[in-house]
């Protein structure tokens, strides 16, 4: 009977404490999404005249991440519905190969984001006032408390819009696929632009955009060399930005920019060349 009893007791202490563990971790893994969820929306609509929301937060406990379905951020009083940002899915979790050299650091990947600025909202002021610098730097630390250092971005889309001209402007960049490493300096070999960026995309009339170079973004006025390049793109689609500020109207032919900034200890040089190639009017 004692001997019953003693294996009942080493029984409970070797898995009380485990189960318990189970439990618990079951149970955060079920509430922490709703209070994530909560938290997100406050953060976003704290912003000075925006408005915002997600539609659904997962966790992931064992990689440390949580993904956000369907973010949706809206300007206050704005004459369109158009979201400034919509965020199909955002993946934030703690980039595990950084914390081997020391480092806790996170990484963000965004699937298929969309970012609309329409001109007309722009130039509405809310009653709640402007979003500033600090305040989008501010909402950005809320939701992403851990250094950045490593940020992707998979078939993205940008458009600027205006809609008051005749006619309207509609320019565009879809297919944005970026990638930007080491943004928080984990690994430096003495390096004075020690992150990198790589981004493409197509612009409007077909043109095939690239975006690539180095830079620093520790230092107070960040220090970069970048190297922009469009290349191939249909000109008539610049006809109605053309019509309206030189009443041009392209009949065929191609467009292409290449650009290149550097920036050392908040000195700015570059260039810009704009290439019209075998045009019609």
């Known amino acids: 009977m004692e001997e019953t009893a003693k294996k009942i007791r080493i029984f409970y202490k070797r898995y009380t404490i485990p189960i318990i563990i189970v439990v618990l971790l079951i149970i955060a893994r079920q509430l922490l999404p709703y209070y994530l969820e909560k938290y997100v929306n406050r953060t976003l609509n704290e912003i000075p005249g925006h408005e915002g929301y997600v539609k659904d937060i997962d966790v992931a406990l064992l990689r440390g991440a949580y993904v956000i379905e369907g973010l949706v951020l809206k300007k206050l009083g704005a004459e369109t519905d158009t979201p400034m940002l919509d965020f199909e899915r955002s993946d934030i979790s703690i980039e595990w190969k950084s914390l081997f050299k020391g480092k806790i650091v996170s990484e963000i990947e965004l699937h298929n984001p969309k970012f609309n600025y329409i001109f007309e909202d722009q130039e509405q002021e809310p009653a709640e006032g402007e979003a500033d610098v600090d305040d989008w730097t501010q909402a950005l630390k809320d939701l992403v408390p851990i250094d950045i250092n490593h940020f992707t971005v998979h078939n993205g889309t940008a458009n600027f819009v ?90 065929s032919g191609t467009f292409e920019l290449y650009s ?15 290439m019209f190639i075998n045009t019609r009017l």
Do not use: C, H, W
């Open 162 to 251: 205006e809609l008051s001209s005749d006619p309207d402007i509609s320019m565009f960049l879809e297919n944005i696929n970026l990638e930007a490493t080491n943004l928080s300096n984990v690994v430096n070999k003495e390096e004075i632009l020690p992150s990198t960026l790589y981004a493409t995309a197509i612009s409007m009339g077909g043109g095939d955009v690239t975006l690539q170079g180095n830079l620093n973004l520790l230092k107070k006025i960040p220090d970069l060399d970048m190297e922009f390049a469009l290349k191939q793109a249909d000109v008539t689609a610049l006809n109605d930005l053309s019509l309206r500020y030189a009443g041009v109207d392209f009949e």
């Open 260 to 274: 290149e900034v550097a920036i050392a200890n908040g000195y700015l040089k570059g260039y810009l060349k704009p």
